[in-house]
Each structure stands twice: as C-alpha cells, then as structure tokens.
C-alpha cells in the first residue's frame, strides 16, 4: 500500500474570525444554575413565608399572654372592690357602729391579705386594722384618692404610693360611703380602704413562668411607675417606666412595640394590654428581642446555606460533566487537525458515547479512503477527496454538538422537575430538601452510568434493577429475579429506576424495609399481549411482606406516589399501565410496559 498523501487545505474562515468564544463548561454551569433558579426562588419564597408565619405566632402568643394577665388583674382588683362593697353594706357601718365595725374589716383585711382603714374626707384615719381600735393614727397619704372616690361616688383603684401606717409601698381600693354613715356628719362623707402590698399582684405575674424564655410580665400604674414585675420585683418597683413605652402606651388600650430597651438594659419586644376595672393601669409581657429575632431569621438563614450549598454541588457537578464531554471532543477535534495534514488520527481507543465513536470511526474510514483513493488517482484526486471527507468530519461534528445539546437539556429537565417536586413534598426544609434531591440524584444518576456503559442504545432490566437497588441489598432482605435478555431503551431505564428508588425509600422509612423481618420480593416476566403471541409486554411486581400492617390507601400522595401513578405509566412508552395495590400484608406494584428489542452492535 502506498504511503499517505499529506493533504494541506488551509485554515478554515472561521478560524479567522475574532470573537469571544464561549466554553461548553460555562454553557452547562450556566444552564444548570438557570434550571435550578426557579426551585430556589420558590424556596427562598416559602422559607420567607415560614419565618413570617413564626414571628406573626410569636407576637400572638405575646398578646394574647397580655389579655390573659390584664384579665386577671382586673379579676383580682374586682375582687377587691367587691370586698368593700359588701363591708360598706354593713348595718352596723351604717348606725356608725366603729367598734362593731373594726372587727368585721379586720376579717376583710385579712381575707385579702391586706388591711382595711376608714378615712375622714380630709384623709384622716378613724381606725385601721394594722392598729388597734383606738390607737392614735397620722393623716393618710392617699387624699387625692380620696378626693376622686368621694367626688365619682364609685370605687376608685390608687396608684402605687406609700401608706402612713404601714410605711412601705401598698396599693389600694377606696369605696366612698353614703353622706351621713359610718358616723359622719350629716353632710359628711367617709371613705373605706382596703390596701394591700404590690407583691400579691407580682405573684400572680410570676405564675406566667416567662422567665424560661428570658422574659417578664410588669404592671405599671397611671404614673407610668413599676407596680409589679414577674421578676425582680423589688429591684424596679417604683422605677419609671422607659420613655419609648410611655409613648407607646399613651391613649392606647393595647398594643406591640419591637425594639425598645428595658429597665434591665436590653432590647426587647413587649405586648401591653390596659385594664378595663383599673384602667389607669397597663401589664406588659416583654421577650428579648435578639432570640425573638432568631426564631423566625433562623429559617431563612439556614435556607439561604442550603440555597448557596446546592448551587455550588450542582455548579461542581456541571463543570465535571463537561470536563468529561471536552475531553473526546477535544482528541477528535486534534485527530482532524491531523487528518488536514495528512497525518493519520491519534486516537484509538473506542469511546464510550456511542455519537464520539461513530465520529471517531468516520475519521477512520475517512483515513481509509484517503489512502485508497491517493493509491487510484493520484495525489490530485487524494487531496479533493480528502477535503470531502473532512467537510463531512465537520458536520458530523456539529451533529453531535446539537446531539449532546439535546441530552444534556433533557437530563437537566429532569432535574430540575425532581428538584421542584422534592421542594414540594419537603415544605421548605432546607435538611431534609437537601437529603431527599441528593438520593433522587444519585438513583439518576446510577442509570446514566448504565446507559453510558452501553452507548446509550438501552440497557438489560436485571442489570438496571441490580444497579438501582444497590444502596438497599445488603443482606438478603431484596430478592430479585426474572428471565434475561429484557432490554428497555434510555427513557424506561431512568424512568424506572427513579421508580424502584422511590419504592425503596418508602419501603425503608414506612414499608417491609422499616423492620429487620421485612422482605421485598422483585420478579418479572414475559407475557404475551394478543393471542397470537406475537406482542410481548413484560410484567414487574414489587411485593413487599414483613413491614407494619397497611391499614388502606395513603391520605396525603408524595412526591413517590405522583411519580408512580401519573409519570410512569407515559414514561414506560405505549400501553403501559402501573397499579399500587395497598395490601394489609404489605405494598404491591405492578408494572406492565413492551420492552425494547436488543440493540444491535455498532459495525466496526
């Protein structure tokens, strides 16, 4: 045989040309963050909504902690006034019977824990039960009180100020009497009391139990001066209130203020709440605003990792998928830089994409009919061929370019639908999101690597089930079994591996899996589809046994049950049916799809 022509055509005018080439790596990172962006945003969308959800509850559980409070006091203060309602009724009270009277409000005083004082209208103490009747008494310190109780003839709540007799911080109730009763003048007026420590009222605040969550309920009274506190009642009582809060409560009967700093120092949320019997008063239930804050940012940061972690997995996995393609483009596109110089292709060894070896091989036979023709015709008749073929190398070229375009769209299509769906089936929740995509990935991708083993023309179903069920069949706990020679072509292969993923999953958190006694049982086999028996179509049943009893057919579909019942059966092609049989004994699957007829080799 001859020796090779060398064959120089020249550059090619594209070759010429300036312009900023893209990468085929960029285009697929590119394209796989693209495809993922709608997932994420929806994502970030949800996440968004959740964290809303918990600070709208957070700030209800506040206001409603507040109303339950105020209720109470008010309960407590009634309770008070009722007290000295009923002693003002006294008949002996009435008749100016003081010393009938004095152990009667005696009984009242300490029925409350407190004590009870009759007041001339100038404040002045006729008796009080902390003295013995008769004892000598000084001038009370509530006479503004005792002014409005006598001018509103109806019970008046104090603020907080210091009693004369008992010389310590008290509240009271005043209860203004009839003109001429209780031994006043005629034209008189006398006023009871009925006082009692600030204490009682923080102990019904400590019963909220706040102090779990680093917050406090305080009661604060007209003055805008601490009354009560659930906590450290003795540190603040009397303290004013800070002036963020008076702002805030003033003319308002309730409301929530974020941010302000506390007495104690720091920043806070509070809900407050006026009482309706002591109206001139305002409880308050106040949580730190910093863990208040967390509660509901926590969501949304922790997306937003997981949002940036995926992206990054996928972009990883976008750039080695393209490494992996740029290779064999890059040695075929060396070999016809070769083939133009008349020099033979470098690369022998058969690749595994079936479109690059059909390419490769046209080089090849190109190379063939190059010597054949330099060898019959002459070197004038060599180099015209040879530049043919290599217009024929180019389009074959370009038509694996659009070829792998095709594939890589479809693969990300697939992705990105099992990225939406598992963000559905998920709710938002970035742990589990990522774990559940993560194993529908990798059961993805466990059948690319079947189908790239055999060039993509189809793949045998026993080694399909083998490879899908791999991560489940340690043990004996999966039986598969079946005739060989049952192929199923690229489509089928990943739709029914995704299938067999998901029943394995759910066989393992709920079915036959879940318990070490659980079995699963895969067979298969051919069945003649007409009477003839000239149509087949093959029959594949999971049967699960061993596994908690299956009560009836599932109330809520996941992501596993859509892909099984609605996807499927299209996915498996023509007359392909899929029924879920939920037996008490276990799950049953039956699948029913023609399978693909033996691919053929490619020719040498």
């Keep these: ?62 206001t409603s902690t507040a109303q339950a409070l105020a209720t109470a006091l008010d309960r407590e203060v009634e309770i008070a006034a009722t007290a000295l309602t009923t002693l003002a009724a006294s008949p002996l009270l009435g008749a100016g019977d003081i010393a009938g009277t004095y152990p009667q409000a005696a009984a009242v005083g300490r029925a409350f824990g407190g004590w ?3 007041l001339e209208a100038d404040s002045q103490q006729i008796f009080n039960t902390l003295k013995p009747l008769g004892a000598e008494l000084p001038r009370g310190s509530g006479g503004s ?39 006043a003048a005629p034209e008189g007026s006398r006023v009871l009391l009925l006082a009692f420590s600030p204490k009682r009222l923080s102990a019904l605040l400590e019963r909220q139990e706040l102090g779990h969550a680093g917050g406090f309920a305080v009661l604060t009274d007209g003055n805008h001066s601490v009354l009560a506190r659930s906590s450290e009642h003795g540190r603040f009582l009397g303290q004013l209130s800070p002036a963020w809060f008076i702002k805030a409560v003033t003319g308002q009967d309730r409301g929530l203020v974020r941010g302000g700093t506390a007495l104690a120092g720091h920043e806070a949320v509070a809900a407050f709440q006026r009482l309706e019997v002591a109206s001139s008063w305002v409880v308050t239930v106040t949580l730190p605003y910093a863990p208040y804050r967390g509660r509901w940012h926590g969501p949304m940061l922790r997306y937003a990792i997981g949002a940036a972690l995926l992206s990054a997995a996928a972009a990883a996995v ?3 998928l393209a490494q992996r393609l740029l290779r064999p483009l890059q040695a075929l ?22 479109e690059l070896e059909a390419l490769r091989r046209a080089l090849w036979r190109a190379v063939e009919a190059l010597r054949a023709r330099a060898t019959a015709e002459g070197r004038a008749t060599a180099a015209e061929e040879a530049t043919t073929e290599l217009c024929q190398a180019a389009r074959w070229r370009e038509l694996l370019v659009h070829e792998l375009n095709h594939r ?28 559940d995509f993560t194993g529908r990935l990798r059961s993805l991708a466990r059948a690319h690597d079947l189908l790239t083993a055999r060039g993509w023309e189809g793949a045998p179903l026993d080694a399909l089930v083998a490879a899908a069920l791999a991560p489940w069949r340690g043990g004996e706990r999966i039986a598969a079994s079946g005739p060989e020679q049952v192929y199923l072509t690229s489509h089928q292969a990943q739709a029914l591996a995704l299938a067999l993923h998901e029943l394995a999953t759910n066989a393992a958190k709920y079915g036959a899996l879940s318990r070490p006694e659980g079995r699963v049982t895969v067979f298969w086999a051919r069945r003649p589809q007409n009477a003839g028996g000239q149509e087949v179509v093959v029959e594949l049943t999971w049967a699960e046994t061993g596994g908690p009893v299956v009560t009836g ?30 037996k008490p004994e276990g799950l049953r699957a039956l699948l029913r799809f023609r399978p693909y007829a033996r691919p053929n080799q490619l020719c040498a």
């Design 145 to 183: 009180h005792v002014g409005r109780a006598i001018a509103s003839e109806r019970p008046v709540v104090s603020d907080l100020f210091t009693g004369a007799t008992a010389r310590q911080p008290v509240v009271a109730v005043f209860q203004p009497l009839p003109l001429g009763t209780a031994g």
């Design 1 to 62: 045989m001859a020796a090779p022509r060398k064959v120089d055509t020249g550059a090619h005018p594209s070759e010429s040309q300036n312009g900023k080439l893209t990468s085929l790596q960029a285009y697929l990172v590119t394209f796989v963050l693209l495809a993922l962006a709608p997932a994420l945003l929806l994502g970030a969308l949800t996440t968004w909504e959740l964290g809303q959800a918990y600070r709208q509850a957070e700030e209800a559980g506040l």
């Design 318 to 320: 976008a750039a080695l």
């Design 116 to 118: 009870v004082a009759l």
């Design 408 to 435: 890589v769209k479809n693969v990300l299509a697939t992705v990105q639908s099992l990225a939406l769906q598992t963000l559905r089936g998920t709710r938002g929740e970035p742990d589990r999101f990522v774990h």
């Design 553 to 582: 057919v599932p109330e809520r579909c996941g992501f596993g049950t859509r892909l099984l019942e609605r996807g499927l059966s299209s996915d498996l092609g023509p007359d392909s049916s899929v029924v879920l049989q939920f």
């Design 333 to 354: 596109a060396r070999d016809a830089d070769r083939l133009r110089q008349g020099d033979d292709p470098a690369s022998s060894q058969p690749e595994r994409i079936a």
